[in-house]
C-alpha cells in the first residue's frame, strides 16, 4: 500500500492508494456534505442533488455521460449519507482520466435542467414508496427520527415526496454552491494509478471549485423514546437502541466489539440465544453508526407477532448481561471478525478508496491498516464490560415497533429489565 497525498492551490486535496497486481482504479470524489447539512426545509436535498449530477451539464447530455463512461467499460455511481456524498467511476487504469473528467464536470458543471428535475423527483418519490414498503428498511428511518427528533441527523436521507417535489433549479444550485467547496472535498483515487497523472489532471480539470469557507454543523443530541406503528404485516419489525460513540470517541473500538459480540455473527450471542437456542427470529444483529461527534448501537430483529413479547425479554437481559461474564475466548472472536473486515476490504479498490477518503474527511489523515488492527487488539475485557454497563441502561433506550403490536411489552416494562 503506498498513499500519496497532495494539496491543490484551491484547497482540494488529491490522494491515492496505489495496489499491485491489478488493471482497474476506483475514482471518486468525497464530498462532507450530506443529509444532516439540511434545513427541514431542505430535506432530502442532498440525495436530489447526487441524482441531477448524472442528468447533464453544459457539456454533456445525461445520455453522453452514461454512454462516455460505459464506452470504456467503465461504471459510474454515486450515494449519499448522513455526512457524506460520494461521486465515484470504476475504470480500467488507462481510463482513469476519462473518469475524471466526467466527474469533474458533474460537479462543476451540472445544469439541473428542470424537465430533468421533474422526472427525477418523480423516481425518487417512487424511492421513497418502496422504502415505506420494505419495513426492515423503514424501522430504521423511524429509529433514527426517534433517537433524534426535529434534528437534521434525525431526517430521512430521501425526504418526502411532498418537500422534494417543491425543490427547483436554483435551490439545488444554491446548495451545491454552499456546500460542495475546495476544503469539504477529496479526490481519491485506488487500484492501478499514478498520483502525478491524478494531480496534473486535477488540477487542470477541477478549475470552477467554490473557494474554502467555515461552516457549522448543529450537534445532534439523542433523546431517548418509544414509537410504535401498527401494520398489517406477517412479521413484526423491532430496534431497540441506545446513544453510541463517534468516530473519535476512544471507546470506538471497544463499542465495535461490542456490538459484533452481541449480534455480529452466528456465534454472537444474540444469535445464539434468539435464534438458535429459542427460534423467535430469523433475523437478528447488532449494528453500530459512527458520526463525527456521535452514534448509534442497537439491535434489529423480525419476528412473529406473537413472539415479540418474548423476544424483547430475552435480548433485554442479554444487553443487561452483556457487562460481565465476557470471556476471552468470546473476545477474541469479536476481535477476529473485526480485524478479518478490515484486512479484507484491502484486497477491493473501491473499500480502499473509501476508506481513504472516509478519513481524510474525518480524520484528516489516512489511519495505517496496522494501527487499526492495535487498537482492535488493545481491547480488553474491561472496556467491553464497562461500556456495556454504560450505554445498555433502561433511561437511555430507543424503541421502535412496526407490525403487529399486540405482543410488545410496555417502554418501562423493557427499560426495568435494564435497570
Wanted: negative net charge; hydrophobic residues 45%; contains cysteine.
Amino acid at each position: 500500500m503506498a498513499i500519496a497525498i497532495t494539496r491543490l492551490d484551491s484547497g482540494l486535496r488529491v490522494a491515492t492508494d496505489s495496489m499491485d497486481g491489478i488493471e482497474s482504479t476506483t475514482l471518486g470524489v468525497w464530498v462532507d456534505a450530506g443529509a444532516r447539512d439540511e434545513t427541514a426545509d431542505l430535506n432530502g436535498i442532498s440525495h436530489l442533488l447526487e441524482h441531477m449530477a448524472f442528468k447533464g451539464t453544459a457539456r454533456r447530455s445525461a445520455t453522453q455521460i452514461a454512454e462516455e463512461i460505459e464506452a470504456v467499460g467503465g461504471h459510474l455511481n454515486a450515494y449519499t449519507s448522513r455526512e457524506q456524498t460520494a461521486y465515484y467511476a470504476r475504470v480500467l487504469a488507462a481510463d482513469v482520466a476519462v473518469a475524471l473528467d466526467i466527474i469533474a464536470d458533474i460537479l462543476q458543471g451540472s445544469v439541473f435542467a428542470a424537465d430533468e428535475l421533474e422526472r427525477e423527483i418523480r423516481v425518487i418519490s417512487q424511492e421513497i414508496a418502496q422504502v415505506d414498503d420494505t419495513p426492515d428498511d423503514l424501522i430504521f428511518d423511524q429509529f433514527q427520527s426517534v433517537a433524534y427528533p426535529g434534528q437534521a441527523m434525525g431526517r430521512s436521507i430521501l425526504g418526502t415526496a411532498d418537500g422534494i417535489a417543491r425543490f427547483a433549479s436554483p435551490t439545488l444550485r444554491d446548495f451545491m454552491g454552499q456546500q460542495y467547496r475546495a476544503d469539504r472535498m477529496v479526490l481519491v483515487g485506488a487500484g492501478s494509478i499514478d498520483h502525478g497523472q491524478v494531480v496534473d489532471l486535477a488540477a487542470v480539470a477541477f478549475d470552477r471549485l467554490a473557494p474554502p469557507r467555515e461552516r457549522s454543523r448543529e450537534q445532534p443530541v439523542y433523546r431517548t423514546g418509544d414509537q410504535r406503528e401498527e401494520r398489517d404485516l406477517e412479521q413484526l419489525h423491532l430496534v431497540l437502541g441506545f446513544d453510541g460513540v463517534g468516530y473519535h470517541d476512544s471507546r470506538y473500538f471497544p463499542l465495535q466489539v461490542l456490538s459484533t459480540l452481541l449480534g455480529g455473527g452466528m456465534s454472537s450471542r444474540l444469535f445464539q440465544e434468539v435464534r438458535e437456542k429459542r427460534g423467535l427470529a430469523y433475523a437478528i444483529h447488532s449494528f453500530s453508526s459512527a458520526y463525527v461527534d456521535g452514534g448509534l448501537i442497537g439491535v434489529y430483529a423480525g419476528c412473529d407477532g406473537a413472539q415479540a413479547g418474548e423476544l424483547l425479554a430475552v435480548v433485554c437481559d442479554e444487553l443487561g448481561r452483556s457487562g460481565s461474564g465476557v470471556t476471552a475466548a468470546e473476545l477474541d472472536r469479536a476481535k477476529a471478525q473485526l480485524k478479518a473486515g478490515l484486512l479484507m476490504a484491502l484486497e477491493s479498490s473501491s473499500s480502499r478508496a473509501e476508506q481513504l477518503a472516509r478519513h481524510l474527511l474525518v480524520f484528516d489523515r489516512p489511519i495505517p491498516t496496522a494501527e487499526m488492527v492495535a487498537r482492535v487488539d488493545a481491547v480488553t475485557v474491561k472496556d467491553v464490560g464497562d461500556l456495556a454497563a454504560t450505554i445498555f441502561r433502561g433511561d437511555r433506550m430507543t424503541l421502535t415497533a412496526l407490525g403487529p403490536l399486540a405482543n410488545v411489552a410496555a417502554y418501562d416494562r423493557l427499560a426495568a429489565r435494564l435497570g
